[in-house]
């Protein structure tokens, strides 16, 4: 059965000068793959602080599984049993001397049983591909190898939402594919994953909505849709994903196609024959 979803309502974040974040609404259904994208600055880290807990709104509300967020202790300590964000560079979150260390420090302060966190790092590692690197010091681990147990360490705490802060990026190109495959794995398991990311290539075949970051405020919608609007395009500092580009330039319905194999299945479709007759001149 489906749980309530994340939601944000009215949120205004600023750090005493202009706001950040001018009034965003959200809601992230459970289960489900949300990409937040938006130029350098534009707000997109302070948002996912935000709905975790780590910075507290001047206006607004943050809600999961139906609960609102309230900034006490014990608020905190229960929404982030719900949410867990994981930083865009995993060296503001490891701090322990070894992996399976770091790894286990947050079921080991919700109090659960040696037994427990012992299955629910030896989990976590697995989900990760990264048994292997359980007994090493985090100090020897490459940036890659690092950025994967700071999101074990997350996952570690089962939480019903995971917020990943632009997790691909500075990962080598079969990287990004262990890291989705990762990710893949954790949304089978029915987690909510939201990723903030700077490219709309993923974004429009991972997700289910993207939510654009411009000017304080937030557009939320399909993918296709957004990342085909020009002028959304233009204020958020993106461009257009390359199959939708070469899906226009061949007069088919951009906002039908996600992903390269739709993309040919398409061009398969309106010319009734090889794809090479259509692209080659
Ligand atoms: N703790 C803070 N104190 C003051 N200003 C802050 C703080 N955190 C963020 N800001 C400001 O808020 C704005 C949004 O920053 P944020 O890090 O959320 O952007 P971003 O979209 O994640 O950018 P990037 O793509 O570079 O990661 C920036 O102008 C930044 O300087
Ligand atoms: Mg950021």
Redesign the pocket.
Known sequence: MSRPPLRALGLVVG?GVHP?LRGIDLVVPDGSRLALL?????????LLRTLAGAVRPDAGVVEVAGRELVHHRAGLRAHRQLVQLVT?DPDDQLFAADVCRDVSFGPLNLGLSEGVVRARVAHALSVLSIEDLAERPIHELSYGQRKRVAIAGAVAMEPQVLLLD?PTAGLDPRGVDEMVIAVEGLLAEGTTVVI?T?DVDFALWWADSVAV?ADGRLRHGSPPELLCDAELIDVARLRRPIVSQVAAELGLSALEIGDIPALVAAIRQSCGVGVKQVVTP
């Open positions: 750090f950040v938006g130029a350098n600055g534009s707000g997109k880290t302070t865009q632009e903030s700077h970051l």
